[in-house]
């Protein structure tokens, strides 16, 4: 009988040891999920933050562009105004 029941007791601790190898796995595959969710979360903030930057970059750009034909066209000298002549008050 003490053979039965120390057969018994040399399988808990093996019993033991593979429970806390997959509570192990199941946790790193907790972890490894985690890791990959945080992962995409930050490229999609990256993502979103450089396409926010290329539209500041472009309105910028524009903006630019809008001031330089503005000074060109104040740059360039007005035509001379028509003279008054008798004919034109009639």
């Known amino acids: 009988m003490s053979g039965v029941v120390s057969g018994v007791f040399d399988w808990v ?8 190898a997959e509570r192990c796995e199941k946790e790193d595959i907790m972890k490894r999920i ?3 969710l945080v992962s995409l979360f930050a ?3 990256s993502t979103a933050a450089a396409q926010r930057r290329r539209e500041a970059c472009h309105q910028v750009a524009q903006a630019k562009d809008d001031a330089l034909k503005l000074r060109q066209q104040l740059a360039q000298p007005s035509p001379a105004p028509m003279p008054k002549t008798c004919a034109s008050r009639s």
């Open 13 to 20: 601790p093996i019993i033991a040891i593979v429970e806390v």
């Open 43 to 45: 490229v999609f903030l």
């Open 34 to 36: 985690v890791l990959l």
